[in-house]
């Protein structure tokens, strides 16, 4: 069965720290890999993508300098560490592979799948 499973989300102070995993089984671990979130009453966002081969990664400027995609293929576990986090940073996080053959890197909602339950993060003010 194709599935993926996000965990590592919680409730944290604006500036703490968290590391979500994404381990995916089956097929969906694939040549790309993404985080995104949604926060409630919003649209799904791309965060930050990683390519499976090479590690290149791709990060929204919202993120960068403060949270960190990477990959274990032996686990098949794609990992986001987030520092620094802040009150805008709350939503659910999902993570998904790509599935396009566009740019993985646009980071579209519209060429990922296999949405799993997400894993959701509370940042508090």
């Known amino acids: 069965q194709m599935q993926l499973a996000e965990s590592g989300g919680g409730s944290v102070q604006a500036g703490g720290s968290l590391r979500l995993s994404c381990a995916a089984s089956g097929h969906t671990y694939r040549t790309c890999m993404a985080w995104f979130r949604q926060a409630p009453g919003k649209e799904r966002e791309g965060v930050a993508g990683?390519?499976?081969?090479?590690?290149?990664?791709k990060y929204v400027n919202s993120v960068k300098g403060r949270f960190i995609i990477s990959r274990d293929n032996a686990k098949k576990t794609v990992y986001l560490q987030m520092n620094g986090l802040k009150a805008e940073d709350t939503a659910m996080y999902y993570c998904?592979?790509?599935?396009?053959?566009?740019?993985?890197?646009?980071?579209?909602?519209?060429?990922?799948?296999?949405w799993g339950q997400g894993t959701q993060v509370t940042v508090s003010s």
């Open positions: 998904a592979p790509f599935l396009s053959s566009l740019n993985c890197f646009s980071l579209r909602v519209s060429d990922f799948g296999y």
């Open positions: 990683i390519y499976i081969g090479d590690g290149s990664t």
